[in-house]
């Protein structure tokens, strides 16, 4: 049996495919069409699906969109209602939108099935919905390792919930309790996102990176006047200080006035004042998630947990979390956003809809996350010589040592193999690499080829069996959804100068032997690299540490500022050219930037990507 879920229309777009349980393939829209966080409905996505399983859509014997437009209706007119007149404004912006496309979803996914199928809509496979936060839950719960383990969504809102709790057994996805809009931990986080100066939905990470240049100054008064937080992690949100219920924007004047002043601009100065805003908030993040995982440990008397849901991104309070201990063992989803919502529904479908025997398992049932497309030597010869670009094909057995010096003489390098990964984070599929020792590699791939701020860390891809020996892990992180600390044999002692510095001036000073991917409180967001998932990056890593004595290179996604991750061959030379990346590897092609043909200098290219 096949099964496409689909996310769409609001941020994230997304298509996946199951077939008799297993996940065959899943891509975000933004991908393929080079518009980041692209919300359109995801026909590029959708014919990758296909494409990876010889199929065509009237093959599909179910289509499941990721949640309940009706639902989410209903709870835009209740909120409208329950705040009047307050939100008139952004009641006539809203309901243009959704009385003429979003209401009547249901005919918007058949004509957009029936016109890529090329059939009527008659002829289309029978068309499901699931409820957001059951999708988040079964991508969750279902490709994990777990036989019986709670489940955990924490997101901005899906129809009405906000935060959810779930039993997951065999095949079975229990609700147990939910908080509803508007008191969401998401919404929380991303009103401070807002305040900071940075973009909803796209710029929370950054608010995470910058938390651990401030002091959480501000904690004590956002537990007094924002939010509510009972023992046992349950919340309310004093919605007098907020806007995004009924108006255009996350936060209000009462807000601006708390915290001293109106929101950072966009692109503007980032003062004291923002990094101790974000330690603030990040703190509280992680009281909220430590305080419900003890609950839904206690209540269910379970070992195991599964999270989804946007926070669960959050890697910084995944890593405390997994610290304290409370559970056994945590798996997050790594699509945990809206668009693992479409592998979500999929599943559910699969499980839930036709209960489905489920065997978990051991590793999990997401392939390392690399479901995307993968591009064959016929194809990257075709483009490579349509670019005039000069290449050499090596084996891996000439590759991996070449390579491996290369990175070590501290250049950087794209590289691009094997299938795509699903979800915000570069696994080793489509990644930019480098050499960990180095005490320039942060700036230069941040502002010399990312186009990117100077503060934002970068992630070590680390041998599964060394994580110990550099971080105080001691569980897999294959996903990079974990902040764990460096170990202290490796630290480097930081003078009493260099100890009174603030802000950005602390991200001068080397923290350890690894400095490129050591962040400024002694941190670093990790990901374990395994032979099982994906054997020429363990590869080439097991080559760099022969040649170093170091098992982990620095890891940043294939793009820059903006634009979504590579995906063929063509956007990963565009992006090696348009940037000051040294080389490139595409499968088994190296390529170095002296040789190329000239260039054509346009500066206007950076004006296709949004600033994210």
Request: hydrophobic share 35%; aromatic share 12%.
């Amino acid at each position: 049996m096949k099964i496409l879920g689909i996310s769409a229309y609001y941020h994230d777009s997304a298509a996946a495919l199951v077939v008799d349980g297993k996940i065959v393939a899943a891509a975000q829209e933004e991908r393929f069409t080079r518009k980041k966080h692209d919300a359109r409905f995801p026909v590029n996505a959708i014919n990758y699906c296909l494409q990876a399983s010889e199929s065509n859509l009237l093959d599909i014997d179910q289509v499941v969109f990721y949640d309940k437009p009706l639902v989410k209706f209903e709870r835009l007119l209740e909120t409208y209602l329950s705040y009047a007149p307050r939100g008139f404004r952004s009641f006539l912006a809203a309901m243009p939108v959704w009385l003429k496309e979003k209401l009547y979803l249901k005919t918007e996914l058949k004509r957009e099935l029936a016109k890529l199928a090329g059939c009527k809509k008659t002829e289309l496979p029978q068309l499901l919905f699931t409820e957001h936060h059951q999708s988040h839950a079964a991508s969750a719960f279902f490709p994990s390792p777990f036989e019986k383990a709670a489940v955990l969504c924490l997101d901005g809102v899906g129809e009405w919930a906000t935060t959810s709790v779930w039993l997951g057994e065999g095949n079975k996805l229990t609700p147990q309790w939910q908080i509803d809009f508007p008191h969401s931990l998401g919404l929380l986080y991303s009103a401070f996102t807002y305040y900071t100066g940075f973009k909803v939905n796209s710029g929370e990470y950054k608010l995470m990176g910058l938390a651990p240049y401030g002091e959480p100054k501000y904690t004590d008064l956002i537990y007094k006047n924002l939010i509510d937080l009972k023992p046992d992690g349950t919340f309310r949100l004093n919605m007098e200080y907020f806007n995004y219920a009924t108006g255009l924007t996350m936060t209000n004047q009462k807000f601006n006035t708390l915290f001293g002043g109106p929101p950072r601009q966009a692109e503007g100065k980032l003062t004291q004042r923002e990094m101790d805003i974000a330690a603030s908030i990040q703190e509280v993040t992680e009281e909220v998630v430590l305080r419900l995982a003890r609950t839904v440990q206690e209540e269910l008397e379970v070992d195991y947990l599964c999270m989804a849901g946007g926070v669960a991104l959050n890697c910084v309070a995944n890593g405390k979390l997994i610290r304290e201990g409370i559970f056994k063992d945590v798996w997050i989803q790594p699509a945990a956003g809206d668009a693992g919502g479409a592998l979500g529904a999929a599943l559910a479908t699969w499980y839930q809809y036709h209960d489905q025997p489920r065997q978990p398992e051991p590793r999990d049932g997401m392939q390392g996350s690399y479901l995307g497309p993968k591009f064959d030597e016929t194809e990257i010869e075709q483009h490579l010589d349509r670019a005039k670009a000069k290449y050499y094909k090596l084996t891996d057995g000439e590759l991996m040592p070449k390579l491996a010096k290369i990175l070590a003489d501290g250049n950087v390098v794209g590289w691009c193999q094997g299938r795509m990964e699903f979800g915000p984070r570069a696994l080793g599929g489509r990644s930019i690499i480098g050499d960990p020792r180095s005490r320039k590699m942060q700036s230069v791939m941040n502002l010399k080829i990312k186009y990117r701020e100077s503060f934002r860390p970068f992630a070590p891809s680390v041998l599964a069996e060394r994580v110990s020996d550099y971080f105080e892990l001691n569980t897999d992180s294959p996903y990079m959804l974990v902040v764990a600390p460096v170990q202290e044999k490796i630290r480097l002692p930081v003078t009493e100068d260099d100890q009174q510095l603030f802000g950005i001036d602390k991200l001068r000073v080397p923290r350890s032997e690894i400095p490129s991917v050591t962040h400024v409180d002694y941190s670093a967001r990790i990901q374990t690299v395994h032979k099982e998932t994906n054997p020429r990056y363990y590869d080439l890593i097991k080559h760099f540490e022969a040649e170093t004595g170091y098992g982990l290179l620095v890891n940043t996604s294939f793009n820059v500022r903006g634009e979504p991750i590579v995906c063929t061959p063509e956007d990963a030379y565009r992006c090696f050219m348009r940037t000051e990346m040294d080389y490139l590897v595409l499968e088994n092609y190296l390529l170095a930037k002296s040789d190329q043909p000239v260039w054509e200098k346009d500066e206007s290219w950076q004006q296709e990507f949004g600033l994210d």
